[in-house]
């Protein structure tokens, strides 16, 4: 059976995940890179598609793919069934907005790593569109689901979400204890979500992390990473390589340097035609970030 | 800018040393407003100061939620500080030597803060979504609880604004698009996880934790509370082992104390 992925660069973690799922379960999942149409702008996450029918949204592909007979936990007895759901709450509630602040907030992770990142994946009227449009989706998934109703600002939040995120991490490294994997000899939807949720925070250069300097000190769960990417990731096993980040970061470096530099620029450029738009209000905290390239791209550029 | 922990941090520094005072205070809004998450966290935190042996009165007024420093209700007032929010007035009550979690260890304690994720990610986010975005619910109870401490036209205004807030964080948590049969099924999958993690214990561990007084704050209301309909109360119903969880800590902390 073939089954079709839409990735829809929304979130690199689901994809991480599904694509971990697929391998422990034994599906085989043809992933295809979404990086020229428009629906990037209209659909919101990943996207199942199997035959006729379509699955949106993490939970139910999972859901569906265990209806389609590709299992990872059928080992598991029903109260571990319920610790699986239990765990994956905390790191929905309290690792995914501080993961979501670390990649697409954080000005300068957004401006050197993500924004660069996702800007090159897209074809050129939509990379000023895309990445600026998911870091807004972003925060303001943050502030609704975390922040304080009358006022609803950044600010105020971030101390308790990245201390939420720190103690999440321990509370993982403490359950998985020395362990390979959460329940017993195979790995299970658990941990392809955890695996989904830490592998980018592990692997990914980041300029400035807490969180990713408190996940070193973890060992057991950056082994984990390690030993989930080797035997399920790696280039000799049959399914094609995983998003860039983790595996072939290091060669992606140099091209990466590259297209920021071009993508700078060009923003640039479409930032001089269009000064209004940078002077609306709702759009001030996202337009800031080209500037730290301004002072380089104008040397180079001659007006 | 002082955040809600920081302020905890310094009470916690300022205070630890002084025990419980007799005259705690606890404020809620008037009994029936908001009817569904404001009773939840009463129930959670009383439940919870119960177990820890704090005694504390509880005081109605119809604007606590604006007299509360973050805004969030419930809160107490103990001695000269003021506390609001469950996770820092679990902390603070840490600070004064009285913790149910002492006892677990790393692994157990892992456990705990996982399930209390889980009741708040699945029954908290559904009791919202069945009070605010369940068009019958809205029109027939929650716009006119809410609304009943307030005159006209402030009464229409405060409940359809909560409405377009709570909408709001429905969407950004995915949840915009459900039916209220898909949310139903959810809390129907959240209870059959919490009942067969409690199995026949008394307890969820072997001592009542903080995951107790937050199940029972949340199933409690729910089996309480009247609705445009019994759904919600049969899913939950049909868990017997959860029914008599809740009726174990009724009697334990609530029967026992108000005779």
């Known amino acids: 059976m073939g089954l079709l992925v839409w990735i829809l660069y929304g979130c690199f973690m689901c994809v991480l995940l599904f694509q971990a799922y697929s391998r422990f379960s034994g599906a085989k999942l043809t992933v295809s890179h979404i990086d020229w149409t428009w629906k990037t702008l209209t659909a919101s996450s990943p996207e199942l598609l199997c035959g006729e029918s379509v699955v949106q949204e993490p939970a139910q592909i999972l859901s569906f793919m265990r209806k389609q007979r590709f299992n990872a936990d059928y080992e598991l007895t029903a109260r571990q069934g319920a610790d699986t759901m239990a765990y994956i709450a905390l790191l929905e509630e309290k690792l995914r907005p501080a993961l979501l602040h670390t990649f697409w907030v954080d000005t300068e992770n957004y401006t050197s790593l993500t924004r660069p990142w996702f800007a090159s994946r897209s074809p050129f009227p939509l990379n000023f569109i895309v990445p600026s449009r998911l870091a807004r989706m972003a925060l303001s998934r943050i502030l609704l689901t975390k922040g304080e109703a009358p006022l609803h600002r950044i600010s105020e939040i971030e101390g308790k979400i990245y201390s939420d995120a720190k103690e999440c991490l321990n509370l993982l490294s403490y359950r998985l204890g020395t362990a390979n994997h959460f329940f017993g000899n195979s790995p299970t939807s658990l941990d392809a979500f955890v695996f989904g949720f830490v592998a980018p925070l592990h692997r990914a250069s980041l300029p400035s992390s807490h969180l990713q300097s408190h996940l070193k000190q973890l060992e057991n769960l950056t082994h984990f990473c390690d030993n989930i990417l080797e035997v399920y990731f790696s280039s000799d096993h049959p399914c094609p390589p995983p998003l860039p980040p983790p595996a072939v970061q290091e060669s992606m470096d140099a091209n990466l340097q590259k297209l920021t530099q071009l993508v700078n620029k060009e923003s640039n450029l479409i930032e001089k035609m269009d000064d209004n738009l940078r002077s609306s209000p709702q759009h001030k905290p996202h337009r800031l970030d080209p500037k730290p390239s301004l002072s380089s791209a104008n040397s180079s550029t001659p007006a | ?259």
């Open chain 2, 1 to 259: 800018m002082i955040r809600v922990n920081e302020r905890v941090l310094l009470c916690l520094s300022l205070t630890a040393a002084e025990p419980w005072p007799e005259n705690a205070t606890l404020y809620q809004p008037l009994k029936g407003e908001g009817f569904f998450s404001s009773s939840c966290s009463l129930y959670h935190l009383q439940t919870y100061l119960r177990m820890c042996g704090l005694p504390v009165q509880v005081v109605c007024r119809p604007n606590a939620e604006y007299m509360s420093p973050s805004g969030k209700i419930p809160f107490i007032h103990v001695g000269n500080q003021v506390v609001s929010e469950l996770g820092p007035i679990v902390q603070f009550s840490k600070a004064k030597g009285h913790s149910l979690s002492d006892g677990l260890d790393d692994v157990q304690r892992a456990e705990m803060k996982a399930y209390m994720e889980l009741v708040n990610n699945m029954l908290l986010t559904a009791e919202l979504f069945i009070q605010w975005c369940d068009e019958t619910t809205v029109s027939q109870i929650t716009r006119h609880r809410y609304g009943t401490p307030y005159s006209w036209p402030l009464n229409l205004i405060l409940a359809y604004q909560k409405q377009w807030e709570v909408r709001r964080k429905m969407n950004a948590v995915g949840w915009g698009g459900k039916t209220v049969d898909q949310v139903y099924e959810d809390v129907s999958q959240c209870c059959q996880a919490l009942s067969q993690r409690l199995g026949t214990q008394p307890y969820f561990f072997k001592i009542p934790t903080e995951l107790d007084a937050l199940v029972f704050g949340h199933l409690f209301t729910i089996l309480t509370t009247q609705l445009t309909n019994t759904e919600l109360l049969e899913r939950v119903r049909s868990y017997s082992n959860l029914l008599s969880f809740c009726r174990r800590i009724e009697q334990t902390y609530f029967e026992s104390k108000d005779s």
